[in-house]
């Protein structure tokens, strides 16, 4: 069985996002102070999750990524990981995007249950900047937090980066110089229209090619793949050799929706077909009807036909997602 939407492309990529809660508050994604959290009741259990998950597999996906939110804030995330694990070889990936604040102590855990990759967000190395940027004063923290999943043999370990400018954007050959010394895999991203704060200005954006350009002035790159296939991010190495990894994510100033593969649940249960969709698909409230496998089946296929073409954000008149990314998991 395969995902098909109706723009023919192949749906096999499932971000599930355990919470939307999260103890940072990285000025891009969570605004300062109280948001109005999803009510607990609402959450799907790791039971729903396994039962979707299976169901998803049992329809071509073959990657799950864990997000938020700050997916470890939910207790035993191991456990589900071991849940989603019983789904391989036909699941061939699980991964976990978290701010690495909790990793350091669940990580051997993790591993132990089948989780495949990890991804750790960090926006500076500089720890007056990191508080500022994410209301978290932990750079110490997630830098421990990268050697550990080193340690339980993560390998690579990958980082995130999301780059705004004026904020961090002096900092991306330091991140490169970051990725060769630790041999890490360091993905720089474009910031996107997503926060809840709706600061976002396209003036913010620094673009991909100038991420790229950026690094070269001191590390010349070399395209790792002359294609991108469903991938987000263009994958170089450094043409001297050295160890390390660098993916670049430019969502809005190279559109790569036409090879999108793939598609969101919520934390509250909602199919997403694009992280800019303006409608969500009921996904919660079908499987807590009582609704057979054949029925939650066809409603999935029918979200998936109404998958986006593409996004909207270069549009004048895109209108910024109700949700943020810590709902929709990034
Ligand atoms: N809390 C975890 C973390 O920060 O890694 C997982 C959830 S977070 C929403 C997933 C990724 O989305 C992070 O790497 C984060 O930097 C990125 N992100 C959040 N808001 C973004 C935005 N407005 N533009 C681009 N990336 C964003
Ligand atoms: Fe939390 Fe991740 Fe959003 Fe930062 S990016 S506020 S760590 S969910």
Redesign the pocket.
């Given at each position: 069985m395969s995902l098909t939407d109706a723009y023919n492309r192949q749906i096999r990529d499932l971000r599930i996002s355990l919470t939307d809660r999260?103890n940072?508050?990285?000025f891009y994604?969570?605004p300062h102070g109280e948001p109005a959290w999803a009510k607990k009741e609402t959450l799907l259990s790791f039971e729903e999750i396994e039962f979707v998950a299976d169901i998803f597999v049992s329809l071509g996906i073959e990657k799950i990524r864990l997000t938020?939110?700050?997916p470890l804030i939910r207790r035993d995330v191991p456990v589900l990981v071991e849940k989603l694990s019983r789904l391989k070889p036909r699941l061939r990936d699980i991964a976990l995007t978290t701010?690495g604040y909790d990793l350091s102590r669940h990580a051997d855990a993790l591993k132990a249950a089948g989780l495949d990759r990890v991804t750790i967000?960090l926006d500076s190395l500089r720890a007056g900047r990191f508080a500022e940027i994410?209301g978290s004063d932990s750079l110490d923290r997630v830098l421990n937090a990268i050697e550990a999943a080193r340690e339980s043999s993560f390998d690579p370990v990958k980082l995130n980066a999301v780059i705004v400018r004026g904020r961090n954007d002096d900092e991306i050959a330091d991140f490169a110089r970051f990725a060769r010394e630790h041999a890490l895999s360091v993905r720089f991203i474009e910031y996107m229209p997503l926060d809840s704060g709706h600061g976002w200005d396209r003036s913010l954006v620094v673009s991909g090619r100038e991420i790229r350009e950026a690094i070269e002035m001191e590390f010349p790159l070399e395209l790792a793949s002359a294609t991108r296939g469903s991938e987000t991010a263009w994958k170089y190495r450094f043409a001297d050799g050295a160890p390390g990894e660098i993916g670049i994510i430019a969502p809005v100033t190279e559109i790569f929706c036409g090879q999108c593969s793939r598609i969101r649940l919520t934390a509250d249960g909602q199919i997403r077909t694009c992280l800019f969709s303006a409608t969500e698909h009921d996904l919660r409230g079908i499987v807590r009807s009582g609704a057979g496998r054949r029925e939650i089946v066809e409603f999935i296929e029918a979200a998936v036909l109404k998958k986006e073409p593409r996004h909207y954000i270069n549009d004048p008149s895109f209108t910024q997602p109700e949700r943020t990314?810590?709902f929709i998991g990034?």
């Open positions: 999260c940072f508050r990285c994604c969570l938020g939110g700050e701010n967000s994410t990314m810590s990034g």
